[in-house]
């Protein structure tokens, strides 16, 4: 199953927090602007370089030459830690080996759009090098992550949270992180479009069975982790007929209480609320199936559906006119995601939101084919 193994990471030799970043595709243009601003070597400058990607590698030379980034004398794996409303979590950031998702050893469970692809592959080409952790869930980590040996560790904020991060060499505990994970799949959390751009340039690269370019930069949680958060995303459907069936309630609230924890989902149209009944297991997939695509027939879905984790905002926009109808969700239930992407199904695109995302910048993988790890 899963081949996760140390690496030698590229990591800043400076403190943390002025240099790291939410993930790439989840900051607008002026929260990019901002973070640049905090520091000449933040993360989003090699990120989030527009069609630049020329200028991202050089700058990632120029960091390394200028000793701004340093590499690992030796591998390691990294535990990371952070806490959000009391919650605390633990993750490991290790080299994960790249397979196709037919091997059945990563799992997806969302759908992808060629865009974001094409863009992340030159970034890739040009930098060689994987700047973002790929987030996974895996079970039964937990336990093996709070026996991690002691040592120095990097306390840093972000986005309104605490971070820690220690480096972890200790063979024998390095060695059971990999022996657990060996015995089962991982299952995507949040980067399916990065996972397809890293898998299509380590094809491209080559390299021997072991290089360092067959592996991504992974960020690995337990699925029953406590500090594992799942936000629900709903949907504005910009175009359609109105539904019919459901049953009516007086409020947001209402609707949002509702469809808690059961297979249904809340709509709004026309100053009116409505919950719908679903039959399956998990709520986003079958809104889609039984709701969406029959509204939109063979009209293409993500040309008329808008996303939020807002719901009033949903409702401003439909009491605005960008929509005709709201869809509310709730938070899915990840281990009935998980069974379904072992399955072999996807899901539509936004099914789950975990939170809080790792910050980018923490280290870095060089996809160097002339290096086995």
């Not at 002025?18 to 993360?43: F, G, H, K």
């Not at 895996?138 to 026996?147: S, V, Y």
């Not at 995601?337 to 199904?345: C, D, P, Y």
């Amino acid at each position: 199953m899963a081949d996760v193994r140390p690496f030698r990471a590229l990591r800043y030799a400076q403190a943390l927090g002025p240099v790291v970043a939410p993930p790439y595709d989840v900051l607008s243009e002026e929260e990019v602007a901002a973070y640049r601003l905090q520091s000449p070597y933040n993360v989003v400058r090699l990120t989030r370089p527009g069609t630049d990607y020329a200028s991202a590698a050089q700058l990632l030379q120029d960091w390394m030459a200028a000793g701004v980034l340093v590499e690992d004398g030796e591998p390691a794996m990294y535990l990371h830690g952070t806490e959000w409303e009391g919650r605390p979590r633990l993750d490991v950031i290790a080299a994960l080996r790249l397979v196709p998702y037919e091997q059945r050893v990563v799992l997806p469970h969302e759908q992808t759009h060629r865009g974001p692809k094409e863009d992340r592959l030159a970034l890739l080409r040009a930098t060689r090098t994987c700047l973002e952790p790929l987030w996974f869930v895996a079970e039964g980590l937990r336990p093996l992550l709070e026996t991690a040996p002691h040592g120095e560790e990097t306390a840093f904020g972000y986005d309104g949270q605490r971070h820690t991060l220690r480096r972890v060499t200790e063979l024998g505990w390095v060695g059971r992180v990999s022996r657990h994970l060996a015995t089962q799949p991982v299952l995507i959390a949040d980067g399916h479009h990065r996972y397809e751009t890293t898998l299509a340039y380590s094809q491209e690269a080559d390299g021997d069975p072991d290089a360092a370019s067959r592996f991504t930069l992974a960020l690995l949680t337990d699925l029953s982790d406590p500090g594992l958060v799942v936000l629900p995303t709903h949907r504005l459907l910009k175009a359609g007929v109105a539904v019919t069936g459901g049953e009516p309630v007086g409020s947001l609230e209402e609707a949002l209480a509702a469809i808690r924890g059961k297979v249904a989902a809340g709509t709004y149209r026309g100053g009116r609320f409505q919950v719908l009944p679903l039959e399956g297991e998990v709520a986003v997939m079958e809104l889609h199936r039984q709701v969406i695509d029959n509204i939109l027939g063979k009209r293409i879905p993500e040309e008329y559906l808008t996303y939020t984790r807002d719901p009033e905002e949903a409702v401003r926009w439909v009491d605005s006119g960008a929509g005709v109808a709201a869809f509310f969700l709730d938070a899915p239930d990840v281990a009935a995601v998980l069974r379904v992407a072992r399955e072999g199904k996807t899901m539509p695109q936004k099914t789950t939101y975990f939170f809080p995302k790792p910050p980018s910048g923490m280290v870095f993988h060089r996809l160097d084919r002339g290096r086995n790890l």
